[in-house]
């Protein structure tokens, strides 16, 4: 099949840019990296990218097509090619370009490394100088965060870092709650004091584009919302953030509903209150907040409460509370007796399959 | 990694020089696990452990370096797993195993099927706390010797360009295969086998060049790999007829025989025609979607991608594709060469503990001890010796070679001899071998060696110059090529993953246990022999 691509060609050196469009013959089952490939053979031997494995594990090839971060070696052009679409490639966002579609990666490992990514067990020692003995429930916090191939897809999509290059970000983040979450890791709070930083886990804007796009399922979004939830329950609340997330828990519990009007006083405290005293008595003029005597109480009250005590009293108030994104354990909703698909995947063979003797 | 680590403690100076970013090494592809006789899934002893090796090994394996290696490989394990590693548990909480092939027990610890990820993982986080230099995306091209001694590596710098030469004491190859040899291999672009090419240039011999490994399991068109995993976890190779085909070949161990058994057993039913489109099948099916999306998560995730096969629901096709080198740079169990200060760990190396065939689990626990021994041993050399000394003629050559090639205008780009090359390999130098394939395939690497001569380079430029460094990637393999034939040819008999069904059906302990050797004499490949050590286990007749 013909296959094209237009490729943002760059070079850091003489600033030099421009958009090319090449076009080759290619076998049906492509991937992206494949098609990149036969371009640097055949046609152009300057074009500038990174490879390894072509499996999906070392991390090497992310970029962008389209706009959007991909592994190129996950990703198949059969589809594409076939809808006449020609996507456009480009280098990863967020990171400084060196040439073509290599970027360079040191801000990444510097953020990498200033997680402290090392376990950290303290004086604790396995029982029999052997393994340290944890379940595998233990062990399943951590799943997904160790997943991560750091490929960099999460960091070149992150709208917090784009506005804030000095954010953790992503990544980092989640390197980070790889070990807060590691039954054997001892420095926890240490690590939740450091995260906690200004360029740390309170930044996030929660825009969940890291989510969507980590090719290995890592939900780095998820992690960051554990760290929080663990900073808080620890008491590490010092962060706008954290008090901002404080209160829309002690609203909940004690009306059920979101109480505005003390909102910035509590997270932003009474001096930066005052400052917006004007701003707010505008709102006020327009019907905008509801007066704060007396509180507003929701009829089901109860129910919130209830729910608040069932968190606390099953320790869900940490980590544990968040909501796991689904596809990093394949975990989706699958039900084999109605003969539900898990996924469909994009090619299905169309020939019959023996099934085994015995 | 695990030489510098222990290198470091040892109280040397150490720096790691990478052609990838560390974390992008392709140990970290390896899915299914590690072997070490923990114990934790059923009885097990180091003994076991270090008969099977033997045994799988086709008793090629040096006995005493095995049994050095399955002696230390339990506290390795537990080095690992005290670093952090993320091991799957057993119910008591313990590393878990699983069954492997041509194991006496179920003796693969594992991290679901992303093991060798996670300790890549865990070896660059302690990289990261003892803060060691690493010269990322250097590409190593050659050793400098000077005195009988190597005193360091000529790099091409691929970010900055230009040659950078390395002054050190004592250096650790670590460089592992080269799959990319074979088109349909499970190995990385990266995998071109450097460092074998490298040391074999510096005067250094390779052994065993003909023992390359053909998983039996990997997908169609490219090679990726199924982990064997799959097989502990308990899956059915099946064929066009739904028949578990091994009943015929291994009725024992059926799916859980060797490798060499199985690819060749796959090779002949798709040869007699009981193939589907060129694959068997690998049906997984009975295990249950709990247990796929558990524990082989990432195979199901490989399968969708490249096959278009959820394995929940169908059978994967699967084929032998080059896997894994049991040759190497010739070394003693500390790593050690026959040049002074060069050592040699891990897929680049021969000890030998894998033999004429390699059991599964075991490539990751020889890089872990066998890193860790030659960086122990590199580390007292450099302590006990002072000077470095690179001479200038030994960088300006580099830089006189280079540019020559740099300068070429006109020639030969290198896919067209890459991908030859690629595909003779499979065609006569593959799973099952034959005399009159084997010459042809010597002619073949000697006339595509020949057009390398004027290879062209289209990339002049200094940065991220990639271009040049596959150019001279494929140099290598040649070299390499040249090697493995002429082993190849020497072996009369069939052993391991040397297998000669058609002149030489059987193994010969008479004339054949033994080691090829190959050295570089005068640019092209001289062949010799090395005795096997034996300890304890005499060699008897190989069934599964």
Redesign the interface.
């Known amino acids: 099949m013909q296959v094209a691509l237009k490729i943002w060609r760059y070079?850091?050196?003489s600033g030099e840019r421009a958009l090319r469009e090449y076009e080759v013959d290619a076998?049906e089952?492509v991937t992206l990296l494949d098609v990149l490939d036969i371009i640097?053979?055949?046609q152009?031997?300057?074009l500038?990218y990174r490879?390894?494995?072509?499996?999906?594990?070392?991390?090497?090839c992310g970029m962008r097509m389209d706009g959007a971060a991909v592994l190129a070696c996950?990703t198949?052009m059969y589809e594409i090619a076939q809808s006449g679409h020609i996507p456009v490639i480009s280098a990863m966002g967020n990171l400084p370009i060196?040439?073509?579609l290599?970027v360079d990666?040191d801000p990444f490992?510097a953020k990498?490394?200033a997680m402290k990514?090392?376990?950290q067990?303290g004086y604790v020692e396995?029982p029999d100088?052997?393994?340290?003995?944890?379940?595998?429930q233990e062990?399943n916090a951590?799943?997904k965060e160790?997943?991560c191939?750091?490929c960099g897809c999460c960091v070149s999509e992150c709208n917090a870092m784009e506005s804030d290059p000095e954010f953790l970000g992503p990544q980092a983040l989640a390197k980070g709650m790889r070990?807060v979450g590691?039954p054997?890791?001892q420095a926890e709070v240490e690590r939740l004091e450091a995260y906690n930083s200004e360029n740390g886990i309170w930044e996030c804007t929660r825009c969940y584009f890291c989510n969507e796009r980590c090719p290995k399922g890592v939900d780095p979004r998820d992690a960051i919302a554990k760290l929080g939830a663990e900073s808080v329950k620890l008491g590490i609340d010092r962060d706008l953030g954290a008090k901002h997330a404080k209160w829309f828990v002690t609203s909940a519990k004690t009306t059920g509903y979101l109480r505005e009007t003390e909102l910035v006083p509590k997270t932003q405290g009474v001096v930066a209150s005052i400052k917006e005293m004007k701003f707010a008595m505008s709102l006020a003029r327009h019907g905008k907040i509801p007066p704060p005597f007396p509180p507003h109480v929701a009829a089901d009250v109860k129910e919130s409460r209830a729910l608040y005590n069932l968190v606390k009293t099953q320790g869900r108030d940490g980590a544990l509370g968040i909501v796991q994104g689904e596809h990093a354990?394949?975990?989706i909703e699958?039900d084999?007796a109605e003969g539900a698909?898990?996924?469909d995947?994009?090619?299905?063979?169309e020939?019959p399959?023996?099934?085994?003797?015995? | 990694m695990r030489a510098a680590i222990a290198a470091h403690d040892a109280g040397v100076d150490v720096a790691i020089v990478s052609k990838l970013h560390p974390t992008r090494s392709h140990s970290g592809a390896a899915e299914g696990g590690i072997n070490a006789a923990l114990g934790n899934a059923s009885e097990d002893d180091p003994e076991t452990h270090a008969y099977d090796t033997v045994k799988g090994s086709d008793y090629l394996g040096d006995q005493d370096a095995i049994e050095i290696l399955c002696n230390e490989a339990p506290a390795d394990v537990y080095q690992l797993e005290n670093w952090g590693a993320v091991f799957s548990r057993t119910e008591d909480g313990r590393i878990a195993q699983r069954p492997f092939g041509a194991a006496g027990a179920p003796r693969t610890a594992y991290a679901a099927d992303i093991t060798g990820h996670v300790l890549l993982q865990v070896l660059y986080e302690q990289l990261i706390k003892r803060d060691l230099p690493v010269y990322e995306e250097f590409f190593a091209w050659r050793l400098v010797v000077k005195d009988d001694r190597c005193q360091g590596v000529i790099c091409w710098d691929l970010m900055n360009g230009g040659l950078k030469t390395i002054g050190a004491k004592t250096v650790i190859l670590a460089t592992g295969g080269a799959g990319r040899l074979y088109v349909g291999t499970t190995n990385a672009y990266a995998c071109t086998g450097d460092g074998m090419s490298m040391a074999l240039r510096a005067g250094v011999a390779l052994e065993d060049m003909e023992m390359m490994q053909f998983h039996p399991t990997t997908l169609a068109p490219t090679g990726v790999l199924i982990t064997e995993g799959c097989r502990g976890e308990g899956a059915y190779l099946l064929n066009s007829e739904g028949e578990r085909f091994l009943k015929r070949y291994a009725p024992n161990a059926m799916e859980l025989a060797s490798r060499d058994v199985i690819s060749r057993a796959e090779q002949t039913e798709i040869d007699e025609g009981r193939g589907v489109e060129g694959n068997v099948l690998l049906d997984l099916r009975h295990l249950g979607a709990e247990k796929i999306l558990e524990r082989l998560h990432g195979t199901r995730e490989l399968s969708m991608v490249f096959a278009g096969v959820d394995p929940i629901y169908e059978p994967i096709p699967v084929r032998p594709g080059a896997h894994y080198h049991m040759g190497g740079v010739d070394t003693d169990v500390w790593g050690g060469t026959s040049l002074e200060g060069l050592y040699a760990a891990g897929e680049v190396a021969c000890v030998s503990v894998h033999g004429a065939n390699r059991l599964g689990g075991n490539a990751l626990m020889e890089t872990i001890t066998f890193g860790k021994r030659a960086g122990n041993h590199a580390a007292d050399w450099a302590l006990a010796h002072t000077t470095v000394e690179v001479p200038e003629s030994a960088t300006r050559d580099a830089e006189r070679d280079l540019q020559a090639l740099l300068d070429r205008t006109e020639g030969e780009r290198p896919w067209k001899i890459r991908d030859e090359l690629a595909q003779t390999m499979h065609e006569n130098f593959g799973v099952f071998r034959r005399e009159e394939l084997m010459e042809r395939q010597g002619e073949i690497v000697a006339e595509l060696r020949e057009r390398y001569r004027r290879v062209l380079v289209e990339d002049k430029g200094t940065l991220f110059n990639n271009d040049l460094t596959q150019a001279l990637e494929l140099e290598f393999m040649l070299e390499l090529a040249d090697c493995m034939v002429v082993s190849g040819l020497a072996r009369k008999e069939s052993r391991g993953a040397h297998a000669r069904p058609h002149d030489y059906p059987d193994r010969d302990d008479e004339n054949y246990m033994r080691h090829t050797i190959v050295t570089w004499v005068d640019g092209g490949p001289k062949l010799g022999w090395k005795p096997v050590t034996m300890t304890k286990w005499q060699p008897q007749e190989r069934t599964y």
């Open positions: 070079d850091s050196r076998p089952w640097k053979d055949r152009d031997g300057t500038a490879k390894s494995c072509r499996m999906m594990i070392c991390g090497s996950k198949r060196v040439r073509d290599v990666m490992w990498f490394k990514p090392w376990l067990p396995p100088g052997k393994e340290h003995l944890h379940t595998q062990m951590i799943h160790s997943l191939i750091n070990f590691d054997r890791d354990l394949g975990r699958f084999e698909k898990v996924t995947p994009e090619v299905r063979p020939k399959t023996p099934h085994a003797e015995s």
